[in-house]
């Protein structure tokens, strides 16, 4: 794992945004200080994008590697819980259904339960699959407890956080800094290559003053300063599958409900999400240029708001899709740097996450073995093509009649896609590929949500008779809705374990 001569391996992390501090924190962890020498560049002046506040239950894990306490984390960051998100509108106006952290039941003999839902809801009228959702019991109630705190069938679900961006880098930074972890405030200006191997060797900054290292983690964010700028790694381009390229965010005072679920509302030409935070609501319009000016698409942000804003909205643009390789030479990308999916299912800060896992589990040395990059290339695209998969999943069976909808609806989809919705629609089952990293419960909340029911359900399912059947799922049912009934209200539990210090 050492340099040259038993001497550290020295890792060079270009940029201090959400990827940068996730990086530095867990190799600082991960690495025992005669291993590694971790150093951080960062530009005050650039500033970093400051958005990215919802996230999905894998960060627990991240948490807990790094020895992070949860209230204290959730005080610190202006944090709220986060059982799932709500979509409304998404099919057609009037359509909404959730997707929880969870699943919808144990399995009935060896078949998930969703199967018998299916099978039932044909042979009468059923209430939503929702109702089957632990996260959805508790969120449609505005309660929270982790799921420590049930048992059972009720504590079949995780949670996740919602937290203010800024402070969460700080907070990160914090950690890393306490680690070990060097920090250099300056702007990269160029980098310095070997001539022979082509490998970075030192950052240039603005100053004069120039970075060393063996290993360089470019997290620039969207400047992708390292693997595009310097490297020239090509991007590939997913817009004509995910036309949104651009955002709105504002942040608005806290008013309506106090929920403990991101809630995602379609709009004309895109969707618009609501982050509820201690003391503010995040809320972003993200949109497709080709369909919607940007003064339209702030107008529609603001029309859409439960509060009074707090600011000037800020507009992002973006464009979706991939770098060809992550991994070049001595040069890791991570986070936007990487690549960009719609925040429609908050899994940026999870492929930072995988890749710093994936880093540490192909570490490369000071002369990394391009048989290591590969590996790294070939799980980190699998694993974007999945989640660019999933993401697609909630527009392309659409009814909505706006041209952007009627667009992605009449798509020519990705293969994985379309033989896995092909699956779907013969059978209700839902075939994983490697690397992916919405389960089977994820997909079918979706597309049960949306009204995209298969033709045909497990044979098997067709067992037990109808009223027995019917009287399980409703004995099921009922004891999801009186355990989330019992569990404390989202603001109460917030109030009692981790209130934010952190001013309105
Ligand atoms: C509209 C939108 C909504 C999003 N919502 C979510 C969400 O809900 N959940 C989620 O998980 N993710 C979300 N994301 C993604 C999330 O914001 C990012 O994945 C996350 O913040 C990590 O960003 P980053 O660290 O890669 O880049 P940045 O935050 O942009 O950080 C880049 C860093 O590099 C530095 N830098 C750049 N160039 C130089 C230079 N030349 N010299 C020195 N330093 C430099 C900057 O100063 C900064 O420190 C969203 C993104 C967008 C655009």
């Not at 949860?70 to 005080?75: M, N």
């Not at 079949?156 to 990160?172: G, I, M, P, T």
């Not at 993200?286 to 919607?292: E, H, K, Q, T």
Request: net charge negative.
């Amino acid at each position: 794992m050492t340099g040259p001569e038993g001497t550290p391996t020295r890792f060079v992390i270009a940029g201090g945004g959400s990827a940068g501090w996730i990086a530095a924190a867990v190799l600082a962890r991960a690495l025992p200080p005669f291993a590694a020498e971790i150093t951080l560049v960062e530009s005050e002046e650039i500033g970093i994008i400051g958005v990215g506040e919802a996230t999905v239950p894998l960060i627990g894990e991240l948490n807990r590697f790094l020895g992070i306490h949860e209230p204290e984390f959730v005080a610190a960051t202006n944090g709220t819980f986060k059982l799932g998100i709500e979509f409304v509108d998404w099919a057609e106006v009037g359509n909404r259904h959730f997707h929880g952290f969870g699943d919808f039941g144990a399995d009935i003999a060896g078949l998930p339960a969703h199967q018998y839902w299916l099978r039932l809801n044909r042979e009468q009228a059923l209430p939503p699959l929702d109702e089957w959702s632990m996260p959805h019991a508790l969120a449609s109630r505005d309660r929270f407890a982790p799921h420590e705190a049930l048992s059972g069938e009720a504590a079949q679900f995780r949670h996740a956080f919602h937290f203010d961006a800024a402070l969460y880098a700080a907070y990160l930074r914090r950690l890393a800094e306490g680690q070990g972890v060097t920090r250099i405030e300056g702007r990269i200006e160029g980098v310095e290559r070997d001539g022979a191997s082509g490998h970075v060797t030192a950052l240039a900054l603005a100053d004069g003053r120039r970075v060393a290292g063996d290993v360089f983690l470019d997290c620039t964010g969207f400047a992708s300063r390292l693997l595009s700028g310097s490297l020239g790694v090509p991007f590939e381009d997913w817009s004509h599958w995910l036309p949104c390229d651009r955002a709105a965010a504002v942040p608005s005072a806290r008013a309506g409900r106090f929920t403990p679920f991101t809630r995602s509302t379609a709009k004309a030409a895109g969707w618009q999400w609501r982050i509820p935070l201690q003391s503010r609501t995040g809320n972003g319009h993200v949109y497709a240029s080709r369909f919607l000016s940007d003064d339209e698409a702030v107008a529609q942000l603001l029309a859409g708001l439960d509060g009074e804003p707090l600011a000037e909205p800020r507009l992002l643009r973006f464009t979706p899709g991939r770098r060809a390789r992550f991994w070049e030479g001595n040069v890791i990308a991570i986070g936007l740097a990487a690549g960009f999916l719609e925040p429609l299912e908050s899994t940026a800060i999870q492929l930072i996450q995988t890749g710093v896992n994936r880093l540490l589990d192909l570490l490369p040395t000071a002369r990394p073995d391009p048989a290591l990059a590969a590996e790294y290339n070939r799980q980190t695209a699998l694993e974007y093509e999945r989640i660019r998969d999933f993401i697609i999943a909630h527009y392309c069976r659409t009814r909505r009649p706006e041209p952007l909808w009627r667009q992605v609806a009449a798509m020519e989809l990705p293969e994985t896609l379309a033989a896995k919705l092909g699956t779907w629609d013969a059978s209700g089952r839902v075939p994983l590929y490697d690397l992916e990293s919405h389960q089977e419960p994820s997909w079918v909340s979706v597309l049960v949500g949306q009204g995209v029911l298969p033709r045909a359900v497990h044979p098997r399912a067709s067992h037990p008779p109808a009223d027995q059947l019917g009287a399980l799922m409703e004995q099921r049912r009922a004891f999801l809705a009186q355990a989330a009934q019992r569990m404390p209200d989202h603001a109460r539990f917030i109030a009692r374990t981790c209130a934010s210090p952190v001013p309105a």
